[in-house]
């Protein structure tokens, strides 16, 4: 623990890698996010809190630059975008894809338009599949899949983007309480190998085991430090 607590001071005192600014958002006339500011560092595993509604799936769109904010801005000082894991994944239920095709849809960005998919892509999307586990069920359709599964295999699909900076929305809801101890354990060992996580979460232990809770109320955030 006392490790940990240096390491955040450490990580305070280096440059921020993302920074957001005075982000408003409002559906129509619905405001969610009314002026809210935060600051991001390398390797930082930080929690995102707040009662259903509050606005963290929302403001992790916003953070991954699928939704503008009205005013504000983000700077993404990390060499790559977010690699953005979606809360109750309804990908799959129409297209017929394969667990593996599903993986291997995370390296899209890396490889451009017209890119190929290398021997390096494959090494890494095999390396996604065996960190979450999932190498056995590669050849099964998503749809098949039990939400734990189809969890994982979005986890191996956002780990495949090889960003630095990952975003979970939720990633252990719905699943019963052993996938949701794999589910944690894969996120902690993602943290220790240095890639910051922004994580949204209901779950105090959770919250608690990240470096820095951020809570969503208002539509502003109060930090624990
Ligand atoms: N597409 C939309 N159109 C209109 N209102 C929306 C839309 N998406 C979300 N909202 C509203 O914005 C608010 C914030 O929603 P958001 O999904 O960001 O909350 P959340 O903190 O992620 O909640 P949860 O814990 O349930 O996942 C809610 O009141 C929600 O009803
Ligand atoms: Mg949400």
């Known amino acids: 623990m006392f490790l940990v607590k240096n390491l955040d001071k450490l990580n305070k005192m280096t440059d921020a890698m993302l920074t957001a600014k005075d982000i408003h958002f409002s559906y129509g006339e619905f405001t969610v996010l009314d002026g809210v500011n935060f600051e991001i560092h390398a390797g930082e595993h930080v929690a995102l809190t707040g009662a259903n509604g509050s ?3 929302t403001l992790l769109a916003i953070i991954a630059g699928v939704l503008e904010p009205d005013s504000g801005e983000v700077l993404n000082n990390f060499e790559k975008e977010p690699a953005f894991v979606i809360q109750q994944p309804r990908f799959s239920e129409q297209i017929p894809l394969t667990v593996e ?4 849809m995370g390296r899209w960005a890396d490889r451009g338009s017209l890119g190929r998919f290398k021997a390096a892509d494959k090494e890494i999307v095999e390396e996604a599949m065996t960190q979450t586990g999932i190498q056995s069920l590669r050849n099964r359709q998503i749809a098949e899949l039990s939400g734990g599964q189809k969890q994982r295999v979005l986890l191996a699909q956002g780990i495949a983007q090889r960003s630095p900076l990952l975003l979970l929305d939720e990633p252990a809801a719905g699943l019963d309480a052993e996938s949701e101890m794999h589910m944690t354990a894969m996120i902690t060992e993602l943290a220790e190998s240095g890639v910051a996580i922004i994580q949204a ?3 105090h232990d959770v919250a608690e085991s990240a470096g820095r809770i951020l809570h969503l109320k208002d539509g502003r955030l109060e930090s624990n430090q």
Do not use: E, I
């Not at 095709?101 to 291997?104: D, E, I, L, N």
């Open 55 to 57: 606005g963290k799936s």
């Open 101 to 104: 095709q599903a993986v291997r």
């Open 201 to 203: 979460t209901h779950d």
